[in-house]
């Protein structure tokens, strides 16, 4: 990557969100969402043009595999924003967040973003999740080489015909598609079912929840979500840590993740991953209840030799952020302190591809 960036007189920052430049400032596109965005929310032109965060695509066996990983990567999406927090300066100065990313999602647009909370209720499958998608209001369609402004409207009109820039136009399983990628919850299910609410469903799951980062975070993402859900004992496990947990819960664990890693996985309120640190901790109405489970999540998806080995290398670069409770923007906070001497500069050469 370093090496045709340069070749292009370009480069790449692990970082979740733009250090230094305003809005106006970065090059746009997106010309129907560039109008639309800032009719619904304040900051969704911040999380088109200034946030950066890694997709992690996890495929599941079948429906109710698809309801248990959803329920159980939406309800820990807050600890990957935690662990892999790295968005804490905007426009040259310290934001007072961990992931800046994180928090510009609170107020993008609430018609397709945020927590999904009936996921969680009796009956979710696949036809609960369509019927959500076709309320949530369409961006655009595209026709002959043209994005038509159908903001506002919705796909269930589409279905029958109705959309009042396109009557009598009906929709192909592109548009269907390329409908399911304008939803952003915690989670979503790839290919065709859902932007960050952090997780979205299509023909895969989407883990959205974690701020872009140096390579070796990057690696160790996948590795953490592959431990949790690729192995059915660590999924079971997971699952039974989450189910009781309510809406407000869920909340709090997002609304805390972005501002300090302490609240959400140190002593204040710790809820730590089996698969991370082998045990599991519960929050139930702000109680802290420990249990011992085993240490899963490596053997099956990731059998033996380099792979492993890989991943395991990758895994460590989380166990060490919970250890210390020290995050990567925490590095970066410390290092405009000291060495970089109050500059945001400097992290266009410290955290460079």
């Not at 043009?49 to 599941?60: A, G, I, P, Y």
């Not at 019927?131 to 043209?146: A, C, I, T």
């Not at 947990?245 to 710790?270: H, M, N, P």
């Not at 000291?338 to 460079?352: H, L």
Request: with cysteine.
């Amino acid at each position: 990557v370093k090496a045709i960036a340069e070749e292009l007189g370009v480069g790449f920052l692990g970082l979740g969100f733009q250090p230094k430049h305003t809005v106006e400032e970065i090059p746009g596109r997106y010309r129907v969402m560039k109008k639309y965005m800032p009719t619904v929310g304040s900051m969704g032109l911040d999380m088109m043009f200034r946030t950066c965060t890694v997709q992690v695509n996890l495929d599941f066996e079948n429906e109710a595999d698809m309801v248990e990983k959803f329920r159980v990567s939406l309800a820990l999406q807050p600890i990957a924003t935690a662990l892999f927090a790295n968005s804490p300066f905007t426009e040259g100065e310290p934001n007072g967040f961990l992931s800046m990313r994180s928090h510009v999602w609170t107020d993008v647009d609430n018609n397709r973003c945020g927590d999904l909370p009936f996921v969680f209720e009796e009956g979710f499958g696949f036809k609960k999740y369509v019927e959500y998608m076709l309320d949530v209001p369409m961006y655009f369609v595209y026709r002959q080489g043209h994005y038509i402004d159908v903001t506002g409207q919705s796909f269930r009109d589409f279905m029958e015909g109705k959309l009042k820039d396109l009557p009598g136009e009906y929709p192909t399983i592109d548009d269907w598609e390329q409908h399911l990628s304008t939803a952003f919850p915690e989670a979503s299910a790839g290919d065709a079912l859902s932007w960050n609410r952090k997780v979205r469903l299509k023909k895969f799951l989407e883990m959205r929840g974690a701020d872009s980062g140096p390579f070796k975070s990057i690696c160790a993402l996948p590795a953490l979500w592959v431990g949790l859900i690729y192995d059915e004992a660590a999924q079971k496990e997971a699952m039974e840590m989450v189910s009781d947990w309510t809406e407000e819960e869920r909340a709090y664990l997002r609304d805390q993740s972005k501002c300090k890693l302490e609240s959400v996985v140190g002593e204040e309120v710790r809820v730590t991953r089996m698969a991370v640190v082998g045990e599991e901790v519960r929050v139930t109405r702000m109680t802290v209840v420990r249990k011992e489970v085993p240490k899963l999540g490596l053997a099956t998806p990731f059998r033996d030799g380099t792979v492993r080995d890989l991943a395991a290398r990758t895994l460590a670069i989380s166990k060490e952020v919970v250890a210390s409770g020290v995050t990567p923007a925490d590095k970066l906070l410390s290092a405009f302190e000291t060495r970089w001497d109050g500059s945001v500069d400097p992290v266009y050469k410290d955290v460079m591809y």
